[in-house]
């Protein structure tokens, strides 16, 4: 095959909530002013009682099929990235799937924590490159608000509820458009699941709470992000200097600071959302490449690599002409 896995469309959702950093003060010793300056969030939204992570993908979803000029039987294919799925389950996708009426394709759900965006859209690329699919719909979408343990001041603060989907689409190459997908990376190391983990689930019979040991992740952060955005680049025959955009995972502004500066790149060449919805983990990359659109600043053509790690660790970078 000649073709490419292309961006056809993007779109997002935010429950209604924001929930200002000043908010924690009233229960935690915290200040707006540590949040701010240790980890650059200013506010967060959080889903209302019965809002689903489910409801706020199916949202993402209709708005990145509105953005697309599409029909949700145009698809072949959903694949949601989440680890805070509605029920055990059916997946994510599935719900997603009869939420916005898609009664044909196939739908299934991947868990990478914060890269699971980053693994999504990789597996889209290798499903449209096979030919087994023409347009894929991938979503990050998480409420997980709902699995923080409001005692911990050190995670508590960080976290935010949200949804993020794009439609990909399978394009022919010509030789004045290599838009698409050029390049991925994905990398993971078990031994380091004791930094970023919920302390329960299904095998476990409990439900459980996010344990992170965040200044030991901020470590591996900057290191391991620059090298898979630079073994993405490599791979796709490019350089540094070739990037327009950085959309990163928004956990923290000093870790986006400090690969962007690892990178040799300036600020102005990076989308910066968490200050506006925290770290939603795998819905942080689709909600600022949506938001980053929206704001002019992510237009066709531009080269855009991406690049998140999470709990397991898991990390990953991913090259595309939009
Ligand atoms: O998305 C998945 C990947 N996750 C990440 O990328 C997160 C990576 N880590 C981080 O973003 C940062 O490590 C944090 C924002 C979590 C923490 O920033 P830090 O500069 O690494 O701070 P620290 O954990 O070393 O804590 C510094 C101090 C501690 O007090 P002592 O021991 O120095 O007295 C903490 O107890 O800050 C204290 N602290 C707080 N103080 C006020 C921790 N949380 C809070 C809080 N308010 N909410």
């Known amino acids: ?32 002013e540590w949040i701010r300056t240790r980890s650059g969030i200013e506010r967060r939204h959080f889903a209302a009682e019965g809002e689903t992570t489910s409801d706020l993908a199916a949202n993402a979803a209709r708005a990145a099929l509105a953005d ?27 719900m997603v799937q009869s939420k916005i009426g898609m009664t044909r394709g196939f739908a299934f759900d991947v868990q990478a924590v914060c ?25 990050g979408a998480e409420t997980f608000s709902r699995i923080m343990d409001w005692s911990d001041r050190s995670t508590c603060v960080l976290f935010g509820d949200g949804a993020g989907a794009l439609v990909l689409e399978y394009q022919e190459q010509s030789d004045d458009d290599d838009r698409g997908i050029l390049a991925v990376d994905l990398n993971s190391d ?23 040991q965040g200044n ?17 680049l490599e791979k796709a025959g490019l350089e540094n200097k070739d990037v327009d955009w950085i959309v990163p995972h928004q956990a923290n502004i000093r870790i986006i600071q400090g690969t962007a500066k690892k990178m040799g790149l300036p600020m102005e060449n990076v989308v910066v959302t968490v200050q506006d919805h925290g770290n939603t983990s795998a819905a942080s990359i689709p909600l600022a490449m ?33």
Not at 6 to 30: C, D, M, Q, S
Not at 190 to 212: A, N, P, Q
Not at 216 to 232: G, I, S, W
Request: hydrophobic share 45%; charged share 20%; glycine share 10%.
């Open 216 to 232: 030991q992740v901020f470590r591996h952060a900057v290191e391991k992000l620059t090298q898979a955005a630079e073994t993405a």
């Open 68 to 94: 697309a000029g599409l029909e949700a039987d145009d698809i072949d294919a959903i694949i949601v990235a989440t680890s805070t799925p509605d029920l055990t389950f059916p997946s994510a996708a599935t």
């Open 290 to 322: 949506s938001v980053g659109k929206a704001r002019g600043q992510i237009k066709q053509g531009d080269l855009i690599v991406t690049e998140a790690i999470g709990g397991g660790l898991a990390w990953g970078a991913v090259v595309l002409r939009w």
């Open 190 to 212: 078990g031994r380091f699941k004791d930094l970023l983990y919920v302390d329960g689930g299904v095998s476990t019979h409990t439900t459980g709470h996010l344990r992170m």
């Open 115 to 139: 890269a699971g965006f980053v693994y999504a859209l990789c597996n889209a690329n290798a499903l449209i490159l096979a030919g087994q699919a023409k347009r894929v719909l991938i979503i």
């Open 1 to 32: 095959m000649t073709g490419r896995a292309v961006v056809k469309g993007i779109g997002h959702y935010l429950p209604e909530r924001i929930v200002p950093n000043a908010e924690f003060e009233a229960t935690l010793e915290t200040s707006d």
